[in-house]
């Protein structure tokens, strides 16, 4: 097909018809998309063919790689003037950012239909709520519980008139927080308590503040009665313990319906909390609820709090119940000056070895489970600030220094907490704000852990040893052309959004065969598909402010600093990071690199030891 006879042919054939020369007209005999070399080609005639590259990405994002190897290999060449080559191609720019937006969204219909599928394979009873407190979908199991349909009112639930304003309290909770809560509910027409968990919607296909509601309405098994006993080593009297907490039972009410006393129970229950690896009720009902819905099926991928519970073949309770770090309960939020909040992550022992963790740009703050429970049986409390836009952190002003502003919020966290002989645990992009943070307080920094990470460039040209991906992004940023920037951010979010997070990793690491291994592990996946949500609450726009503004600390700063630094990197990570560390210690950099063998830019997921090890050895560095 000609590009005259398409949509973008259109597009083009303005372009063509205002940007020819005056008094001639280029020729639309040759269609635009065969290969010819720049002498074959005019400028003008190339850069058409960018025209049609930029709309065709816009529809169909797996076309990236061509826009990329035309950008580089033929437009990169001509050396046009900047300024005429922006003009020429923002319109068009801008044209298919609105294009991108358009595609990669859903409507509402078709978000309720994608919705009611995935909760119809749900056992509980479970229905998404507007924030008006309006019913927009639920499953078969809700509608015959609650004798609501589509379009009631959270006031309709069959719940007594405390329970319904506490139901209403999360709903509102859960939308500002994007946090999940755990509720405890009395059913207006039995008297029964019900427990209820309230979560953010967070499915790449949903594009509105929506929020599930998932309940303890589900039959008790003996197959899970099977299951507590094998996975746990639960006696039949904790068993039942765990059932009646599952629906709603208080630690009195457990007593009188055992006819035992409430200190019995209470015994009862921290032999449950020991067996089950869990540090309280809240857990507790978290680990049951997950139970009492996941033998049979579960929500794919609604939300990234409710537990995805899994037990391992041996029947023991080795760590490997899979629910990624941190969860809910380890998340919190601290006020900042200028009526901002940060949210923040906390998990492992209070009087552990402090990690400040700073997060990467897609997977968040996020831990496989098992590194997770590694980590803390080391003895390490992890501590992780959200930058602005990821999680429920507030953005900065818009003049603000995102490099100097978040280092202020760390210190502001610092403070607050009283922490001190600090390891930093950075990953990729969060390792641009180690510096800033280290110049405030360096008197509390112990030393520097860098995973897969983004170090700075002597020169410029030291960027070609990129991907070409990267290089792209680069380039965009090097222009100074915010439309093109935004366009080759949006095409990555585009595809996380449509297509979901594991064709957005793909994108990023697929010629890496030790990546693609890493989202092929279901575990290991699951982490990163939650990482992925973390970061994506805000769309594109977190990344986009992260990685638009370029650190003040550069090259000379890595150089000087005196803070123990140690970079920790897969010998198959398509980025130059290797080198470029390599480079710093040639330079006189005091870091230490160790080159992890049969990993890549996943090395994090990986290759959990290396990464403890680092940290471990940090800590106990000259102490």
Excluded at 387 to 415: E, K, M, W
Excluded at 507 to 512: R, S
Aim: hydrophobic share 45%; net charge negative.
């Amino acid at each position: 097909m000609r590009i005259e006879d398409s949509e973008i042919g259109v597009a083009v054939a303005d372009a063509q018809s205002r940007d020819a020369p005056s008094g001639e007209k280029l020729s639309s005999d040759v269609p635009i998309n065969v290969e010819l070399s720049n002498d074959e080609l005019s400028n003008d005639e190339i850069v058409l063919e960018a025209v049609e590259q930029i709309y065709s990405v816009a529809i169909n994002p797996d076309r990236y790689d061509e826009l990329v190897d035309l950008w580089l290999d033929r437009l990169e060449p001509l050396e046009l003037d900047i300024g005429k080559f922006e003009s020429l191609l923002s319109v068009h720019l801008s044209r298919a950012i609105d294009l991108v937006s358009q595609t990669g969204e859903l409507s509402s219909g078709d978000q309720a239909d994608l919705l009611a599928l995935e909760l119809n394979k749900d056992p509980a009873a479970s229905l998404v709520v507007t924030p008006n407190a309006h019913v927009y979908t639920l499953n078969a199991v809700a509608a015959r519980a609650y004798g609501v349909s589509v379009g009631a009112k959270v006031d309709d639930l069959p719940f007594d008139a405390t329970s319904l304003m506490v139901l209403k309290e999360g709903i509102a909770d859960a939308l500002e927080t994007s946090v999940e809560f755990i509720v405890r509910l009395v059913r207006s027409d039995t008297g029964r308590a019900v427990v209820i968990a309230v979560s953010p919607v967070m499915a790449p296909f949903v594009a509105e503040p929506l929020v599930l509601i998932r309940s303890s309405d589900v039959a008790w098994s003996d197959a899970l009665d099977k299951l507590l006993s094998q996975a746990f080593g639960c006696t039949a009297a904790e068993v039942e313990v765990v059932r009646l907490i599952t629906e709603g039972a208080n630690v009195d009410e457990i007593a009188a319906a055992r006819a035992s006393s409430e200190a019995t129970v209470r015994t009862q229950l921290r032999t449950i909390y020991e067996k089950t690896q869990t540090r309280g009720h809240a857990e507790l009902v978290r680990m049951a609820l997950g139970l009492a819905v996941s033998h049979k099926a579960g929500v794919d991928g609604l939300t990234d709090n409710v537990p995805q519970v899994r037990v391992a073949e041996t029947g023991q309770n080795d760590g490997s119940v899979s629910t990624p770090f941190p969860y809910p309960e380890h998340r919190h939020y601290l006020s900042l000056p200028r009526n901002r909040k940060m949210s923040y992550s906390d998990f492992g022992p209070q009087d552990g070895h402090v990690v400040l963790h700073l997060h990467d740009y897609f997977s968040g703050d996020v831990w496989p489970t098992a590194m997770a429970h590694e980590a803390m049986k080391r003895g390490m409390r992890i501590i992780a600030p959200a930058r602005p836009l990821y999680g429920g952190t507030d953005p900065y002003a818009c003049n603000s220094a995102p490099f100097d502003q978040f280092a202020d919020d760390v210190v502001h966290l610092i403070d607050h907490l009283a922490l001190d002989k600090i390891v930093v645990l950075s990953r990729a992009l969060g390792t641009s704000f180690v510096p800033a943070i280290a110049e405030r307080v360096p008197e509390r920094i112990k030393g520097w852990v860098g995973v897969a990470p983004g170090l700075p460039v002597k020169e410029v040209a030291e960027e070609d040893i990129h991907s070409r991906p990267q290089k792209f992004i680069l380039k965009a940023c090097s222009y100074s052309n915010p439309i093109l920037f935004e366009f080759a951010i949006r095409i990555f979010d585009t595809v996380r959004r449509k297509f979901g997070p594991k064709a957005f990793m793909k994108m990023i690491v697929k010629n890496v065969p030790e990546d693609m291994a890493v989202l092929n592990d279901a575990t290991l996946f699951e982490a990163i598909e939650r990482g992925i949500r973390f970061s994506g609450a805000h769309g594109y726009r977190a990344v986009h402010r992260d990685l638009k503004h370029k650190s003040p600390h550069g090259w000379q700063w890595s150089i000087d600093n005196k803070i123990p630094s140690h970079a920790v990197i897969g010998s198959k990570d398509p980025a130059p990071r290797i080198a470029q560390a390599a480079g710093l210690i040639a330079a006189g950099a005091g870091m230490k690199l160790t080159i992890v063998e049969d990993a890549g830019f996943l090395v994090f997921f990986s290759h959990p030891e290396e990464i403890l090890d680092a940290v471990e050895a940090m800590h106990f560095r000259n102490s």
